[in-house]
Nanobody
Framework: QVQLVESGGGLVQAGGSLRLSCAAS????????MGWFRQAPGKEREFIAA????????YYSVSMRGRSTISRDNAKNTVYLQMNNLKPEDTALYYC????????????????WGQGTQVTVSS
């Protein structure tokens, strides 16, 4: 079992930055591909970024590429999402996810989800 707890969300002005954190429980964190998703009201959950467990390869959605950076610290069982130049359309509930299979995570069907952290970007 893996439990995921997100933090770092909040209210920020357009153009600002936030760093989200996701703390994971479990001794096998380093074997999980980790990812971030978001869901805005009335919209489907959207993949943002993922980082592989073995070589740290990163993957980004078109919407956040160039404005976000995903990273992980296996010693701290934590994955981060640094977001810059935020826009009002980035307002959403941001979720952390984990799966040993990259394909399952990127397709939106990971084994584990966090509860989410709210990001609100004002114009």
């Amino acid at each position: 079992q893996v439990q995921l707890v997100e933090s770092g969300g909040g209210l920020v002005q357009a153009g600002g930055s936030l760093r989200l954190s996701c703390a994971a429980s479990g001794r096998t964190f380093s074997r999980y591909t980790m990812g971030w998703f978001r869901q805005a009201p009335g919209k489907e959950r959207e993949f943002i970024a993922a980082i592989s467990w073995n070589d740290g390869t990163t993957y980004y959605s078109v919407s956040m590429r160039g404005r976000s950076t995903i990273s992980r610290d296996n010693a701290k069982n934590t994955v981060y999402l640094q977001m810059n130049n935020l826009k009002p359309e980035d307002t959403a509930l941001y979720y952390c996810a984990a799966d040993m299979r990259l394909a399952m995570l990127r397709s939106g069907y990971p084994d584990y989800w966090g509860q989410g952290t709210q990001v609100t970007v004002s114009s």
